[in-house]
C-alpha cells in the first residue's frame, strides 16, 4: 500500500514540476482512446503496480491539462496541493459528511468554514450554507428554494436573469418544470450587466397579467466576460417586490478578496442565497462549491427528512446533519480541501493569487492593443478579457470564421489553450487568466503567438 501510495504521490509532484513543459490540451480523438481502453470486463485482476503504469502511459497524458499554467479557456483549474491531499485523507478515511454522527469534525469543519465564506459575504449571522458538487448543483438547488418559499400554490412563477445568465440557470428551470417556473431573461447593457430598469419593468408586466414573480438571479461574474450585474440597483428592485434573490458568483464571487473590485459587490450582503465555486478561482479540485444563504432554516424546511432507518442520527439542535440541508445522503468531505488550504495559506494569500488572476487579464488586455487588426471585445473583468482579430471590410461570417481557426491552431499548438464565445453575434477569442502558475511571459507569449497565428491563417485564407 505504502509504495504505491508513494508512488501514486510522486506522479502528481512530477506532474506539477513538469506542467510548463507539458502541451495543455489533449486532441485524442474518440477512436484512438476505443482502441486503447475498450475492454470485456475484466474477470481476473492485474498487479497493480503494473496498472499504474498503465495509467502513466495512457491515462494521464491523454487529458487537458486545466491546471496549466497557459490553459486560458473556459474557466482553468489550478488546484493546490493542500487540497489534493485533504481528498486524499477524506477518500482514504472514506469520511462520511452526511450526518453528525457520520465525523463530527467533518460536521463541525463544513460550519467554520460555512461561516468564513458567508462572513466574507457579510450575511447575517441567520446565514448557513453547505458544500455541493458544481455550480450547476448550488443554483438549481437556490431555484429550489425560490419554488419552495415564493411560489404560491396553483400559480406559475416566473425567475428573472440575464442573457449572460450561465445555462445552468435555465437547466435548473426546465428540472423544476414549467408548471412551476418559468424563466424571463433580461437584456444586459453595453458592459453585459442585467439591464436593472428592463427588470424592474418585466416584473411589473408579468404582475399585471397575472403571474407571480418569485425570483432574481443576479450573476457575480459571468461566465463570457467577467461581468457583475449592478448588485445595488438589483438589491432595492428585490427589496421592493419581496421576490428570491439569488446571486450566481459561482466564477466571480471570490473577486470580493481583491480590496479594487469590492465596490461591485455591494448589495451581495441583501441576497438569499449566493452559488460559489471553490473549485473555480478559490484553486480547488473539482466538485468543491457551496450554496450560502441568507437563513439557514430555509435549507432545512425544503430537505429535512428521518426516515425510521436514519432515526439513530437524530440529533440536538446545535449539532446538524448536512444531509438535511441539501440533496445527498451520502456525502464526501468536501469542506476539507478549502479547510486545510485556506489553514495552509491563510485568506491574505488567497486574496493576492486572485488579484493576480485580475492583473493577468489586464496585462493581456494591454498586449491586445499593442498589436493592429485586434480589438478588444470586453475589457478585462475579473480576470476575462475577450477580443477579436478583425479587418476593414471583412464580413462578420469572415471574422467569425478566422477567429475560430486561429483559437483552434493555437489549441493545435499545445502551446496555449483560448476558448471562444459569442458575444452579440461576434465570435470573439476568450482568455481567463485565473491561474497563480501563470507568468506575465506566459501571457506576453501567448498573445504574441496569437497575432502571429492571426497572420498566418489570414495569409492562407488571401491564397485560397
Ligand atoms: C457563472 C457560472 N455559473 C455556474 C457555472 C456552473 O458551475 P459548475 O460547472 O461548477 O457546475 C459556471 C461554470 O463555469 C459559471 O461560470
Known sequence: MRQLGYRAVDIIVDHTAHLNDKKVGSLST???????????????????????????????????????????????????????LAELLAVGFNIFSGDWLGAPAAAQIELVVIKWLTDLFQLPESAGGLFVSGGSMANLMALILAVHHKKQPGKVGVAYCSDQTHSCIER????????????????????????????????????????????????????NTGAVD?????????????????????????????????ALYTGIEQADSIAIDPHKWWFQPHETACLLVRDQSRLRDVFYMMPEYLKDVEVSEEEVNYSNYGI??????????????????????????????????????????????????SPAS???????????????????????????????????????????????????????????????????????????????????
Open 172 to 223: 435548473a428551470v426546465r428540472i423544476l418544470g414549467k408548471e412551476r417556473v418559468e424563466l424571463r431573461v433580461i437584456d444586459t447593457d453595453e458592459r453585459f450587466s442585467m439591464k436593472a430598469e428592463q427588470l424592474s419593468r418585466a416584473i411589473q408586466d408579468d404582475k399585471e397579467k397575472g403571474r407571480q414573480p418569485i425570483a432574481i438571479v443576479a450573476n457575480a461574474g459571468t461566465t
Open 30 to 84: 474518440r477512436e484512438e482512446m476505443e482502441a486503447v481502453f475498450r475492454e470485456a470486463i475484466p474477470k481476473e485482476g492485474m498487479d497493480p503496480n503494473a496498472l499504474l503504469g498503465f495509467v502513466e502511459k495512457e491515462v494521464l497524458p491523454n487529458i487537458t491539462h486545466l491546471d496549466h499554467p497557459r490553459f486560458f479557456a473556459f474557466v482553468p483549474g489550478p488546484s493546490n496541493y493542500m487540497s489534493v
Open 230 to 262: 449592478d448588485l445595488k440597483r438589483i438589491a432595492e428592485i428585490r427589496e421592493a417586490e419581496n421576490l428570491w434573490w439569488h446571486i450566481d458568483g459561482a466564477y466571480g464571487g471570490v473577486g470580493i478578496l481583491d480590496e479594487r473590485q469590492r
Open 382 to 464: 475579473l480576470g476575462i478579457v475577450t477580443f477579436q482579430f478583425q479587418k476593414p471590410g471583412w464580413s462578420r461570417e469572415k471574422a467569425n470564421q478566422l477567429n475560430q481557426a486561429i483559437m483552434d491552431t493555437m489549441l493545435k499548438s499545445g502551446f496555449a489553450m483560448l476558448s471562444s464565445t459569442t458575444l452579440q453575434g461576434r465570435r470573439v477569442l476568450r482568455l481567463c487568466a485565473i491561474n497563480p502558475r501563470t507568468t506575465e511571459e506566459d501571457i506576453k507569449e501567448a498573445i504574441n503567438q496569437l497575432n502571429r497565428i492571426a497572420k498566418t491563417v489570414e495569409h492562407a485564407t488571401q491564397h485560397a
Open 328 to 377: 445527498q445522503l451520502t456525502r464526501g468531505f468536501r469542506a476539507f480541501k478549502l479547510w486545510m488550504s485556506l489553514k495552509t495559506f491563510g485568506l491574505d494569500n488567497f486574496a493576492l493569487a486572485v488579484k493576480r488572476g485580475v492583473g493577468l487579464a489586464e496585462l493581456a488586455e494591454r498586449e491586445i492593443r499593442k498589436y493592429a487588426g485586434w480589438e478588444v471585445v
